[in-house]
């Protein structure tokens, strides 16, 4: 396979990733921008996503439902997403095509309309988004153990924002939003597949380039640190299954711990998947904490969740209970779990296993040119493209003591969240 | 109409697939892509929940799920052991006609992941403890679907289109019917039922079609077909002759969950492509077709509204489906109804018509580019026989539906007036928290 990557930075500060796949007659092109719930404030919260969402309502040169309808022509694919760190849109189209999604993805960083019936109507859509994800149980933990987990950083909110938030957040909040953060300088723009690297940058240049930085200076976001004390949360809702979450401070993606913690996450809850798109599914039945929860009947489930952020977020256990036992026992055993990698030091075997699961995904993931476009930007979100490039070779030199050293120093049961999902056996009538 | 220029030697064709059929009965699927050093397998068994008691319903499921839990060659550990520590992926499960396996290995440790599957598939040893942890695990997902707003109106909505019928039950079963189950079931659901016979395995990725079918030789072909299982047909379904309306109530919820629909046609009908295209203008297309744009974009009503077709060797079903606020539910069902009943009274555009085949056509590079996606199309020709050369001719196909062919096709299966409604979430006329 033949292919080359490039990196270039526009004179506006935008950041271009290009690399030449030709194995397939498609191209996937990603924009990221360096907003997400991390940049809310009190009273706002939900703005970024929902900026996402007015982002397909069309401008001047792609009036709403005319953008869809082109993408769609050509049997592309298009989405977006909105996380604590940013927030990112992405096409996927056969390559004679890609000029459709070059176009309105320039068009609409600096001329999105903002219509203030489209807002209105959204606003429906959005509070219709959350009220499917408050039919889910571990959604409503998730938001009591975040809010939990800080006292001031914007992570303590869900990406979709509060209800009360969206209910009075106004069309000109949402375009100040994106007229502060949709821009050049804030932005890293990757495509992948089957072009020519100088015929594409030529475009770019030429669409790109004119666009100016119109506010410039973001608010500086203080990260928070430890978790002061163990802090319980309990959440009662409808159900008959019960699920315990435990929530510690994490490093965040570029700190020197990171990689040893992604070898103690892969060892307690088995291997995170790395690919958005056709990828991950290695299971986790010889981790630690299945072995010592599952295996021994107390749960019927169990998942850890270590994710790469610009400020330390939280590292997650996540546990379903099983029907005839208690969340008590199992947060027993789960702090002997912890207990012993604090203890004793782990196999070099383990570390090595731990980094074959990770290149299998990385190869997994490859087959697909939307997953390589978004490796490419993804990374650039909280680190550098380099942080993938050499994901695999870090996993592997770590060693046991750092794994030992990260498990005293971030596992402490006096620094956390305990949350436990208390159903009502049916609930009560809203 | 929007000219879609594709290189069709990209698609899988009669002069890349390799195709054979063991003399136990095994046909094996095959195509090589060698820029990949991974490799998807994937297959099915002739057996599944048609052939479950009544009142044991799950059986198959339940069988399905028990066999990486210990064979004759390895323990359960032993087979996660292998598996996780060279990166690799193994699943089964079983839907109504048949059992069905997928994994994902790099191409290095496909001879592992066959004896693996072999050894699952032809020895497995049920051990009594991981009966009863499956069990706790089904019964876990019994109790969180019944909480599930979109999987019990679903569930409701195939029970009352396929009254009575293998198609109206969920495969997994209830928590009454798999509690029962013992492991002399599963034993004997194992021996009576499993054979090579009709067993189907593809394999896509880094490696030439004569190693693959060595290696399933070598892992399947001294398998016998020793046992002639009868193989339950399935009766044909009226389609409902005026509306139903049913509702499950689950507190505590925050969305309703609705989804409206009849009969469609069979895989393999002439109706098939008209459906599919205009299923696709219906509510597929862009942003979910026609109703997505009246239902989200226009009214606001919901996150999602969409259509999908399901077609199965026999029987299918159209169906529409939305997640809504309680205090929208009626609102929502009334802008569906009078979409249907657009769509059965008028033809569709030129341009919905032409975009629609543009995006089924200029699809498939995106389909084919994995090795799953590739994968999963061989699969697909196999179980309904659509001929190797299928993807190269479909855009033959998808060309030649018309816009009355459309037309014909949904007045004949979509009647606004007969209609499966099923929603499930708070007690109708209670309110949500949105004022």
Not at chain 1, 249 to 257: L, S, Y
Not at chain 1, 281 to 291: A, E, F, M, P, V
Not at chain 1, 409 to 428: C, F, K, M, S
Not at chain 2, 201 to 210: L, P, Y
């Amino acid at each position: 396979m033949n292919n080359t990557f490039t990196s270039h930075r526009l004179s506006n500060g935008l950041l271009v990733h290009l690399k030449e796949i030709h194995t397939a007659p498609l191209i996937s092109q990603w924009i990221w921008y360096r907003v997400g719930s991390r940049n809310e404030i009190k009273g706002k919260t939900g703005l970024s996503h929902w900026v996402e969402h007015m982002q397909f309502k069309g401008t001047p040169s792609y009036p709403a439902g005319v953008l869809d309808k082109a993408i769609s022509r050509f049997g592309g694919i298009w989405n977006a997403m909105t996380y604590l760190d940013w927030t990112a849109y992405f096409e996927t189209m056969p390559a004679d095509h890609i000029q459709l999604a070059i176009e309105l993805e320039a068009s609409r960083m600096h001329e999105s309309t903002y219509d203030v019936e489209e807002v209105e109507s959204e606003r429906t859509v959005v509070i219709s988004e959350r009220e499917g994800n408050e039919n889910i149980p571990i959604f409503r933990l998730d938001e009591a153990v975040q809010r939990a987990a800080f006292d001031e950083h914007a992570y303590k909110n869900e990406v979709i924002g509060e209800m009360e938030d969206l209910l009075s957040i106004k069309r000109d909040d949402l375009y100040h939003h994106y007229k502060r953060y949709y821009a050049p300088s804030n932005a890293v723009l990757c495509l992948a597949g089957d072009f020519e690297t100088r015929e594409i940058l030529e475009k770019i240049e030429k669409l790109y380039g004119g666009l100016k930085n119109e506010e410039t200076g973001n608010p500086t976001i203080q990260p928070e640190g430890a978790i002061e004390g163990e802090r319980k949360v309990e959440v009662k809702g409808p159900g008959e299954t019960v699920f315990v979450r435990l929530s510690y401070r994490a490093p965040q993606a570029n700190h020197p711990d990171y990689f040893a913690f992604t070898i103690l996450d892969s060892l307690l809850g088995g291997p995170s998947p790395m690919n958005m798109f056709g990828g991950g599914g290695i299971s986790n039945k010889t981790s630690r904490l299945y072995q010592a929860l599952v295996e021994k009947e107390l749960a019927v489930g169990v998942n850890g969740s270590l994710q790469p952020t610009i400020d330390p977020y939280l590292y997650d256990i996540t546990v379903t209970v099983h029907p005839e036992k208690k969340a008590e026992d199992v947060l027993v055993v789960l702090d002997d779990e912890i207990k012993k990698l604090q203890d004793t030091f782990v196999q070099s075997d383990e570390i090595a296993r731990a980094a074959k699961q990770a290149r299998a995904q990385f190869v997994y993931g490859a087959e697909n040119i939307t997953n390589q476009a978004f490796w490419m930007g993804y990374a650039e979100m909280f680190a550098h493209y380099d942080w993938f490039e050499e994901y695999v070779d870090r996993l592997r030199k770590i060693t046991p003591e750092e794994v030992n050293r990260v498990a005293c120093t971030w596992l402490q049961a006096d620094h956390r969240v305990v949350g436990i999902y208390i159903p009502e056996n049916g609930g009560e009538e809203a | 109409m929007n000219n879609v220029t594709i290189n069709w030697k990209h698609l899988p064709g009669a002069d890349d697939i390799s195709r054979s059929i063991l003399p136990n009965g095994i046909t094996i699927l095959s195509r090589s892509n060698f820029s990949s050093p991974s490799v998807y397998v994937t297959g099915y068994l002739n057996c599944g929940s048609l052939q479950d008691p009544p009142e044991k319903l799950g059986l198959a499921n339940f069988t399905a799920h028990l066999l990486t839990r210990g064979s004759e060659k390895r323990s359960f550990r032993e087979i996660y052991d292998s598996l996780e520590t060279v990166g690799a992926s193994f699943g089964m499960d079983a839907s109504v006609h048949t059992s069905g396996f997928s994994a994902k290995a790099l191409t290095e440790d496909l001879p592992l992941l066959m004896d693996i599957l072999s050894q699952a598939l032809r020895h497995p040893t049920f051990p009594d403890d991981h009966l009863e942890k499956v069990r706790a695990q089904l019964l876990t997902s019994f109790a969180m679907r019944a909480q599930d707003t979109s999987e019990m109106a679903d569930m409701e909505f195939d029970r009352l289109l396929f009254p009575d019928h293998p198609y109206g039950r969920p495969e997994d079963g209830f928590a009454e019917t798999v509690l029962p189950i013992q492991r002399d079931d599963i034993v004997s659901f194992h021996q009576s039922q499993y054979s090579p016979e009709g067993m189907v395995i593809v394999v896509v990725g880094g490696i030439s079609a004569s190693e693959v079918i060595d290696l399933v030789q070598k892992s399947f072909g001294d398998w016998q077909p020793d046992i002639h299982p009868e193989r339950n047909g399935i009766s044909l379904v009226e389609k409902p002759e005026q509306s139903i309306r049913s509702h499950i109530t689950i507190p505590g919820m925050s969305q309703t969950d609705l989804v409206m629909g009849t009969l469609g046609p069979y895989r393999t009908s002439p109706d098939y492509f008209p459906a599919a295209v205009g299923n696709n203008i219906l509510g597929q297309f862009g942003m979910m077709g026609r109703i997505g744009d009246v239902v989200r974009e226009k009214a606001g009503l919901a996150y999602y509204a969409s259509t999908s077709l399901n077609s199965w060797k026999q029987l299918g079903s159209w169906e529409v489906s939305a997640g809504v606020n309680p205090d929208n539910l009626q609102k929502a069902i009334d802008l569906i109804i009078s979409e249907i009943s657009r769509f059965v009274s008028e033809p569709v555009t030129d341009e919905e018509i032409d975009d629609t085949k543009s995006n089924f056509i200029g699809r498939l590079p995106l389909v084919m580019e994995s090795n799953g996606g590739v994968a999963g199309s061989l699969l697909n020709i196999e179980r309904f026989q659509l001929g190797l050369d299928y993807y190269r001719q479909y855009p033959a196909i998808v060309q030649a539906v018309t816009k009355d062919q459309v037309l014909e096709t949904a007045q004949k299966y979509l009647d606004p007036n007969a209609l499966v409604i099923t929603s499930a979430g708070i007690a109708k006329g209670k309110n949500g928290h949105t004022p």
